[in-house]
């Protein structure tokens, strides 16, 4: 009875060997490649800009929404549909202005050192540039929209620039820009 049950527990043993991973040998610390290594983790400081910049990034997302919707409506060459692409532009800039407002005082450049710090205060200026901006969006949005949309695409421009140099400065991954339209066939 001892003999038959060691017999099937060999049995059943042996499968289950057989998928444990088998341990990898380490590669000597000369052979890492630099960018196989991840980003340290940021300090708690570098955290709080990071969550004031994500903060941000929603109003810069209705930004972006503002203006396609009246690129949108400007290709329709309908009227109606541009005064209210308009009018809702200006809205949305208002409530833009809300979440940069209340992301910006997070981001303190001064927690990175060097050329991130360069690359930090770039971004903080743009943001700054389309907080100032967001009034006059308010105002002009519903009665000019399609001037007041290039002008906000022009700030944009140069704030995902910012953003894309920042991103590549502390290591994190770089998106294309989704706000793009892709041509339909």
């Known amino acids: 009875m ?32 630099a960018e196989s290594v991840p980003p340290a ?17 929603r109003g810069i997302a209705q930004l972006k929404d503002g203006v396609n919707r009246v690129t949108r409506a400007q290709s329709g060459h309908n009227a109606v549909a541009e005064r209210r692409a308009g009018r809702f532009l200006a809205g949305l800039c208002g409530s833009s202005r809300a979440f940069l407002k209340r992301g910006r005082p997070q ?24 907080i100032s901006y967001t009034p006059n969006c308010e105002r002009s949005g519903a009665a000019a929209p399609n001037s007041t949309a290039v002008e906000v695409s022009k700030r944009m421009k140069t704030y ?13 991954p770089v998106k294309d820009d989704t706000s793009k339209t892709v041509k339909r066939q």
Request: hydrophobic residues 40%; proline residues 12%; charged residues 25%.
């Open 107 to 130: 981001m303190t450049p001064t927690v990175y050192d060097d050329t991130v710090r360069v690359k930090a205060r770039r971004l903080v200026t743009q943001i700054d540039s389309l």
């Open 2 to 33: 001892i003999r038959r049950s060691l017999l099937c527990l060999w049995i059943f043993a042996a499968p289950v060997r057989a998928q444990e991973p088998v341990p990898q040998p380490t590669p000597p610390a000369e052979s890492v490649r």
């Open 41 to 57: 983790p940021p300090s708690p400081e570098q955290k709080k800009f990071l969550d004031g910049l994500k903060t941000a990034t």
């Open 160 to 172: 995902d620039s910012a953003l894309r140099d920042f991103r590549l400065a502390i290591g994190l």
